[in-house]
Structure formats: C-alpha cells, structure tokens
C-alpha cells in the first residue's frame, strides 16, 4: 500500500487560507485516486473531497464546494487540498486516504469501502473566530 503524510495544518483566523499537503511514498502515486476527509471535535469523519489518478476529475463536498480545492502533483507524489474562507465549523483532523480504484472514478467514489483505503496520520486545522 500507499504511506501518506498530511502537514500544513495550524492555527489560523476565519477568513483565512491554508493548503495542506499529502506526500505518498512507496507506490505509483499516480495510479491512486486521493481523498481529504476531515473529522471536526467530537464528531464523525466526513467526505471533503477527493481527486482522480491524473487529477482531470475532481468531487466536492457541498459544505466545502465554494471555498476549497482540490489539486495532484504527480511528479511529486503530493495531493494538496487548498482551503480558503475558512470558517471556525472547518475545524477538525484533516486526513487523505488512497486507493488505486476499479477505474472509473464516480465509481471509485460511489463504491468505495473508505476504511480499506490507505490513510494518512491527519493534521489538525484550527480556525479562530
């Protein structure tokens, strides 16, 4: 499998942006569709976003669609996921997952059982009102 490593994560005032990052190793980064998931205080992980193997194609959580965006650099085995206007409900473990996918990515997505895909230890965001 895929071994991730999420950073760019800290402390930052509503209204404010921060990119985060998703380094791979260990496998052809490129043949990995990639997920953020965030899981604020308390509450259950959720689905913010994710992007396909060559990043043609991306999916977006309705409470994120207008404020962040999701972007690969597969030469350097990195995911991004960059978030702007950032709001104090965006606080919360920001995690990316992979998994190679059976090859359409809707389906990929529709399909996926998430706890098998491959995660990253998460970084923590924290917006201030």
């Known amino acids: 499998q895929v071994q991730l490593v999420e950073s760019g994560g800290g402390l930052v005032q509503a209204g404010g942006s921060l990119t985060l990052s998703c380094a791979a190793s260990?496998?052809?980064?490129?043949?990995?569709?990639v997920a953020w998931f965030r899981q604020p205080p308390g509450q259950e992980r959720e689905f913010v976003g994710a992007?396909?193997?060559?990043?043609?194609?991306?999916r977006i959580a309705d409470s994120a669609k207008a404020r962040f965006n999701i972007s690969r650099d597969n030469a350097k085995n990195t995911a991004y996921l960059q978030m702007n206007s950032l709001k104090p409900e965006d606080t919360a473990v920001y995690y990316c997952?992979?998994?190679?996918?059976?090859?359409?990515?809707?389906?990929?997505?529709?399909?996926?059982?998430?706890?098998?895909?491959?995660w990253g230890q998460g970084t923590q965001v924290t917006v201030s009102s």
């Open positions: 260990g496998r052809t980064f490129a043949n990995y569709v």
């Open positions: 992007i396909s193997w060559s990043g043609g194609l991306t």
């Open positions: 997952a992979a998994d190679p996918g059976p090859g359409s990515f809707s389906k990929t997505l529709e399909l996926a059982d998430f706890k098998s895909w491959s």
